[in-house]
């Protein structure tokens, strides 16, 4: 029962698998990560029943414990880089000793019989696609995700097949983001299932360290991702996502579109929020698009109740006639954030109020975003 293994291998393993454990919890076992060592491979796994990431690596020799994830990681992160041994005392004390060098720490342990396990997803639809793929579509969507848990079914990204493409989306009620990509092979009657937000964020984790392709397994109530040695089990939102695609402004003839560098106009909302108070039951600061179709520049605005006030101009041209339309500055800017730098971005909206504003860009054909706005009215 005693394994040895390269100590910077299995640091980096461990910190994969130990954001998925609970810093509190009342069962003493799941603050600890599963250790199981046989045939030349060591398996580290993480759990807070909802979510299982497990992670392998090479090693030598048999083992079959869980110690205390915290301690766990800052003890072999207290070590230096070369071969680490990790056995059970002698002293049937219920404790494991970890050797690196002329370094021993002793750490406690509880019986992996008591660990639980997730089952890999049943009636699953299997398929590959690129690592690169579904990480930008997650990066792309987590900033929309709703954090309001009475309205579980947003807290999390919507994963579905639209139109014949992969499609992710999420929503908070305020802001949309919707991004696509090819339909890899093998997704025909995929499942639509909601990745839930904590899933989302380990994800992105895991995929930034994946190249290539990976591996995804979807059913109606649990999805299995493998990348390389790293495997992550989770269960879906239940529950249904709401039909986002009917608050996406569509193409509309007396429409009203604003066609501006994304650079050009994130400085200038930038720079007419940076004096404002936040204000108002959600803090927020709001800026105001005062929009001219035969003007050169188009004129953006803040003020607050302090009597602070800032106006900034910025070229873009319009179209759909004169008009002024609010804006929150957080969730403008958030979704700005989702576009690449340098493109030319696309504000599209009708006359009503409020109404959603569609943004798109030339660089990102991929992406859709959408913010409901705070009023529209006439231009100043």
Same mark, same amino acid.
């Given at each position: 029962?005693?394994?040895?293994?390269?100590?910077?291998?299995?640091?980096?393993?461990?910190?994969?698998?130990?954001?998925?454990?609970?810093?509190?919890?009342?069962?003493?076992?799941? !603050?600890?990560? @599963?250790?199981? *060592?046989? +045939?030349? %491979?060591? $398996? =580290?796994?993480?759990?807070? &029943?909802?979510?299982?990431? !497990?992670?392998? @690596?090479?090693? *030598?020799? +048999?083992? %079959?414990? $869980? =110690?205390?994830?915290?301690? &766990?990681?800052?003890?072999?992160?207290?070590?230096?880089?070369?071969?680490?041994?990790?056995?059970? $005392?002698?002293?049937r004390s219920g404790a494991v000793t970890i050797k690196g060098g002329r370094s021993v720490r002793t750490l406690g342990?509880?019986?992996?019989?008591?660990?639980?396990?997730?089952?890999?997803?049943?009636?699953?639809?299997?398929?590959?696609?690129?690592?690169?793929?579904?990480?930008?579509?997650?990066?792309?969507?987590?900033?929309?995700?709703?954090?309001?848990?009475?309205?579980?079914?947003?807290?999390?990204?919507?994963?579905?097949?639209?139109?014949?493409?992969?499609?992710?989306?999420?929503?908070?009620?305020?802001?949309?983001?919707?991004?696509?990509?090819?339909?890899?092979?093998?997704?025909?009657?995929?499942?639509?299932?909601?990745?839930?937000?904590?899933?989302?964020?380990?994800?992105?984790?895991?995929?930034?360290?994946?190249?290539?392709?990976?591996?995804?397994?979807?059913?109606?109530?649990?999805?299995?991702?493998?990348?390389?040695?790293?495997?992550?089990?989770?269960?879906?939102?239940?529950?249904?996502?709401?039909?986002?695609?009917?608050?996406?402004?569509?193409?509309?003839?007396?429409?009203?579109?604003?066609?501006?560098?994304?650079?050009?106009?994130?400085?200038?909302?930038?720079?007419?929020?940076?004096?404002?108070?936040?204000?108002?039951?959600?803090?927020?600061?709001?800026?105001?698009?005062?929009?001219?179709?035969?003007?050169?520049?188009?004129?953006?605005?803040?003020?607050?109740?302090?009597?602070?006030?800032?106006?900034?101009?910025?070229?873009?041209a319009v179209d759909g006639g004169a008009i002024s339309i609010e804006l929150d500055q957080r969730y403008l800017i958030?979704?700005?954030?989702?576009?690449?730098?340098?493109?030319?971005?696309?504000?599209?909206?009708?006359?009503?109020?409020?109404?959603?504003?569609?943004?798109?860009?030339?660089?990102?054909?991929?992406?859709?975003?959408?913010?409901?706005?705070?009023?529209?009215?006439?231009?100043?």
């Amino acid at each position: 029962m005693t394994i040895e293994v390269e100590r910077d291998a299995l640091l980096s393993a461990l910190r994969q698998v130990a954001d998925v454990v609970e810093a509190r919890t009342t069962i003493p076992v799941l !603050s600890n990560i @599963l250790l199981i *060592a046989r +045939d030349g %491979e060591l $398996t =580290v796994t993480g759990t807070d &029943l909802d979510i299982e990431a !497990s992670a392998s @690596l090479p090693a *030598a020799g +048999d083992l %079959e414990t $869980t =110690v205390d994830a915290r301690k &766990l990681v800052a003890g072999i992160a207290s070590l230096k880089p070369g071969r680490v041994v990790i056995a059970p $005392t002698t002293d049937r004390s219920g404790a494991v000793t970890i050797k690196g060098g002329r370094s021993v720490r002793t750490l406690g342990s509880l019986s992996a019989i008591d660990f639980p396990k997730r089952k890999e997803p049943e009636a699953a639809q299997s398929f590959t696609m690129a690592a690169a793929t579904l990480a930008r579509m997650l990066t792309a969507c987590h900033v929309a995700q709703s954090t309001d848990e009475t309205r579980y079914y947003l807290c999390g990204v919507y994963l579905h097949l639209l139109d014949g493409k992969m499609s992710a989306a999420a929503t908070d009620g305020v802001r949309l983001v919707r991004a696509q990509a090819s339909a890899p092979d093998g997704t025909e009657g995929m499942p639509q299932v909601i990745l839930p937000s904590k899933a989302v964020a380990l994800l992105r984790k895991m995929l930034g360290k994946a190249s290539g392709e990976i591996a995804l397994s979807v059913a109606q109530n649990a999805v299995q991702v493998s990348a390389g040695g790293m495997r992550l089990i989770f269960k879906t939102v239940d529950g249904t996502f709401p039909d986002y695609a009917r608050v996406i402004p569509a193409e509309a003839d007396g429409a009203h579109r604003m066609v501006v560098a994304r650079d050009a106009l994130l400085d200038a909302v930038n720079g007419v929020t940076a004096v404002m108070d936040a204000e108002g039951e959600r803090k927020s600061r709001r800026v105001r698009f005062d929009l001219t179709p035969d003007a050169e520049v188009q004129t953006l605005s803040a003020r607050d109740t302090a009597g602070s006030a800032a106006v900034d101009e910025v070229e873009a041209a319009v179209d759909g006639g004169a008009i002024s339309i609010e804006l929150d500055q957080r969730y403008l800017i958030s979704a700005l954030g989702t576009f690449a730098d340098g493109g030319e971005l696309t504000m599209h909206f009708v006359g009503d109020s409020p109404t959603p504003v569609r943004l798109t860009s030339d660089k990102d054909p991929d992406l859709v975003a959408v913010i409901q706005s705070i009023g529209v009215g006439e231009a100043r």
